[in-house]
């Protein structure tokens, strides 16, 4: 069943009773027709019953017939990519507010 309330979407993950995924934090991202939502989750090790290092999942819905259904994902692996992503980010959007746009 698809979720009807943006608030509602997650990543956990439940089989045979026992939490897989477990989500840590979300953030919205964006809102409307095809919100944006930022995860962040660890998995289960199934050998060991721990919990892994932390993950991110960056999310785009597509809200249709009133319910909201994935459309694309793009999974961050560890810490390290996240903070690089993040830099990178940070310096592109600090250029574009300086006015460096590539349209110049």
């Keep these: 069943m698809w979720p009807e309330d943006l608030e509602d979407i997650s990543v956990e993950y439940e089989e ?13 991202i964006s809102r409307g027709g095809w ?9 289960m090790d199934q050998k060991t019953g ?34 690089a992503i993040a830099k990178t980010l940070m310096d592109w959007a600090k250029d574009a507010e300086d006015g460096a746009d590539a349209d110049e």
């Design 16 to 28: 045979n009773g026992v939490l897989l995924v477990k989500q840590e934090a979300v953030e919205i």
């Design 35 to 43: 919100p944006v939502l930022l995860f962040s989750y660890r998995e």
């Design 50 to 83: 721990d919990y892994g290092r932390l993950k991110f999942s960056l999310r785009k819905y597509r809200k249709r017939q009133g319910v909201y259904r994935p459309e694309a994902k793009f999974n961050i692996g560890n810490a390290g990519q996240a903070v």
